[in-house]
DNA sequence: TAGATTGTTAATCGATTAACAATC
DNA sequence: TAGATTGTTAATCGATTAACAATC
């Protein structure tokens, strides 16, 4: 039974807390306050009582959350409780280097499978992985159970790349390329361009020949 | 003269606005609507004229807005008239990824040098950059300008990077490692962890063995 | 018991959307 | 002129924060 519908702004910090979390765990840090949570993550310490309190009570008043617990209840709303297998089309320098980071092993996320749609990449290795053709998509993907999608292909071939997994059944991509993808509403997209980021990040620039000094008014 | 402070959610909807504007350029569309813009982009056609209006008033009653005349504008509020330069650590996959991004050109990023703290890695290449070792970092960063740090290094390092970044006066840090850095205020961070992406999405999937209809309730 | 800290309600703040006068 | 669409104000919606009773 779900409870009133989890906002994205909420599910979106989960990971940011188990990632502070996890690494308080290896140093052997038993219990942690909000306060202290907040602290080290620059949010409100009520904000994230909030957003742990939708899925349950995971804390001691008086005395706040053991880290471990906190952990294994955060991987459970995630999933990656269990093992969730990805499949990645586009064996490209960035392809490469995401099968290199399954080091997300440790979150129970494997990529499992690689595709590309150049035949010049068929048959070739990512680390133990041979690169496979997009015929295979829909076939591996069910025999594997695979769950996710995540494309690296350049941006003109996303689309078709994205209807072959939602055609192959994935309920999740994650998308790399440049391009704004239309998939049916309950395949979950989540956009991962980088070039995006860069350019806002450039908002934030001081303007060549402009003051940097904003505090000339208060 | 900054208008009422800009959001980081108006922000962050720009480099979207200036994708399909780019992409309705290279089809000759000479105008577009804020309706049609929400359309393409599932947002509100009263959000994208509030966001535009934020900055001037680019449009035109009855017409709507021109597209080459806003590519401009949008170009020159992210500041990407100008061509901005940036410097990488971390000559890994990932580096390498990025780096062959240099199809950035077309938004005026540009890498214009790379680093990494693995002496096995200095003095290899990638494209036509050669990898230089961080004791390098403070000086090209203000030989050649660079405003902008990408860190592509293991967590574990990413924070000492930073550090080096700020200190030889980059102005905005694009933070690729799964580590949350403290900067100065005034270093404009923008994280692009993807191994919290993939966890936020798996949070979407359905759990195995629950029931997939949630239609049952209306 | 006194001190700390949760879970939760109420207050505040900010972002999105609707509505419409202005005008092309 | 009639139709379309902006820029902007007002209304709504949702998210964050403050406050505090409950309780360890």
Do not use: W
């Not at 994230?48 to 053991?66: N, Q």
């Not at 990656?80 to 089309?89: E, G, N, S």
């Not at 048959?123 to 993907?141: D, F, Q, T, Y």
């Not at 390329?177 to 989540?190: N, T």
Request: net charge negative; aromatic share 8%.
């Amino acid at each position: 039974m779900k409870q009133t519908k989890i906002s994205e702004a909420v599910v979106r910090r989960l990971p940011i807390y188990l990632q502070v979390l996890n690494e308080m765990h290896s140093r052997e840090i038993q219990t942690v306050s909000s306060q202290e949570l907040g602290y080290k993550l620059d949010l409100n310490p009520a904000q994230i009582r909030k957003d742990l309190a939708y899925f349950g009570e995971f804390g001691r008043k008086g005395i706040g959350y053991d880290v471990q617990y906190l952990i294994e209840k955060i991987r459970q709303i995630l999933k990656v409780d269990q093992t969730i297998k990805v499949a990645l089309v586009g064996a490209g320098n960035l392809g490469h280097a995401l099968c290199n980071y399954n080091k997300y092993s440790k979150d129970n996320m494997q990529i499992t499978a690689v595709f590309d749609v150049l035949p010049s990449k068929i048959g070739s290795h990512i680390n133990s992985l041979k690169v496979l053709p997009m015929s295979e998509l829909a076939r591996v993907v069910a025999e594997q159970n695979i769950r996710i999608g995540i494309i690296t292909v350049p941006a003109f071939e996303a689309q078709n790349v994205a209807n072959q997994f939602v055609e192959a059944g994935v309920e999740g991509i994650l998308n790399f390329a440049p391009a704004i993808l239309r998939v049916p509403d309950e395949v979950r997209i989540q956009n991962a361009d980088f070039t995006k980021e860069l350019l806002s990040l450039a908002y934030y620039l001081v303007r060549e020949g402009e003051a940097e000094n904003e505090s000339d008014l208060d």
